[in-house]
Every structure is written in C-alpha cells, then in structure tokens.
C-alpha cells in the first residue's frame, strides 16, 4: 500500500540553524500538505500546496518557512532561522482531495 | 470562528469495555478524519468520514453532517487501544487545510 514518508525521523539542531525536512508524498497526489505538533498540543496547520504554488497557509507559516517541490517526487519544508518554539513534531501529507495521508513525521529539537 | 471539539479530553477504560468519542464542529465539512496517535507520535488514519457509517473491525465512526458531529466507536476495547484520537475536519473554502480538535486520550487498562 502506497504511504507518505518522512526523512529525518529525528533532527536537532541548535537556534539559528536552517533545517530542511523531507517528505516522498504518495506518487499520484496532486495535493501537498505540512503540519506541527508542538509536544502535549493539537496537530496545527501550516501550509498547503498544489500546482507549485502555496494555495493556502497558517498564520504560523511565517517568512522563516519555506516549502518546495524541488523534483517530481520531494516536497520539503524549509526553516530558515529555527527557534526553541519551533521544536515540534511535523508531518507531511498528500491526498488528491478527500482522505489526506500522513506521514510518520519529523520530530525537530531545537536547543 | 471555526472550531472542532472533542469530548471527553480522556477517558479510562478496563480492557474489554466500549466507548464512544465525539467531534463536534462548527459548520459544513468537505471532509472529515478520525486518527490514532500511536506512543511513537504517528497519526494512523482509522476513518475518512465525511457522512454516513462505516466499520472497521472492532472500531466503527458516524458522522451525522447536518447535525454537524461524529462519533467514533471503540468495541471491546484492548490495551493498544491507548493513546490519543483526534479528529480533524476540512472546511469549505479552507484550501484543503484539516483543522484538529484536542483530542481525546484514551487508557485502557488490563
């Protein structure tokens, strides 16, 4: 059965440090999802992308984050300067509309 | 604005008990989710359920849309039942973005 896949499974990284987080979503999803989950909270959104291009993103989703669609089968989350709030369990997901698919997730340290 | 909610915030049960969870929201859905999140931090998806019914095993989900909440069944439940549910809908509009209630942490105990 087709699945969404994350790499790393773990990152720590230090304050200031720019990370980049990898998904392979399910390979005939057209629809592209990032969410966090700060320990002990709900999952929240952050962005969702279609057609290349940011079709609608959180009020999180500030100019420190990025995402890209860098070949047919990557999609990837960009933090440019990450902070101790940024540590946080984030997933990746992809549906063609309907049911969306998530990954295993990244959980990022940031110290 | 915008909501889902989710009843009871934790609920303890004996091994072999049911129960029931519910997810209240606060408008017309596209799309609506029931997930398990296992110790490890992932989401299993248990439920894609905007309206209607279906089973699975020993779990089962209702969504009554124009009543606007869901209900998940857990039957005879088992220790690795626990964990936390979460449901999560999809608003009209919303580019697609799934918004979570809190969740509700189950413990079965043996």
């Known amino acids: 059965e087709p699945e969404v896949t994350q790499t790393p499974s773990h990152q720590v990284t230090q304050m200031g440090q720019e990370v980049i987080l990898r998904c392979v979503p399910i390979s005939n999803h057209l629809y592209f999802y990032w969410y966090r989950q700060i320990l002990g909270q709900k999952v929240e959104f952050l962005v969702s992308?279609?057609?290349?291009?940011?079709?609608?993103k959180s009020e999180i989703f500030d100019d420190q984050f990025s995402v890209e669609r860098p070949d047919g089968s990557n999609f990837t989350l960009k933090i440019r300067s990450t902070k101790l709030e940024d540590s946080a369990m984030y997933f990746c997901a992809s549906s063609n509309l309907g049911e969306q698919y998530f990954g295993p997730g990244t959980r990022l340290t940031v110290t | 604005g915008i909501q889902v909610e989710q009843s009871p915030p934790d609920l303890i049960l004996q091994e072999g008990a049911n129960s029931t969870l519910r997810c209240n929201f606060s408008d017309s859905v596209n799309n609506l989710q029931w997930f398990h999140q296992n110790p490890w931090g992932q989401l299993i998806n248990l439920f894609y359920i905007p309206s209607g019914t279906k089973q699975n095993g020993r779990l089962s989900a209702t969504t009554v849309a124009t009543e606007r909440y869901s209900l998940l069944y857990i039957s005879s439940s088992q220790t690795t039942d626990s964990g936390v549910y979460f449901c999560?809908?999809?608003?009209?509009?919303?580019?697609?973005?799934?918004?979570f209630g809190q969740g509700t942490e189950l413990s079965v105990k043996p």
């Open positions: 992308f279609y057609n290349n291009e940011i079709s609608e």
């Open positions: 999560a809908a999809e608003y009209y509009n919303q580019g697609g973005k799934l918004i």
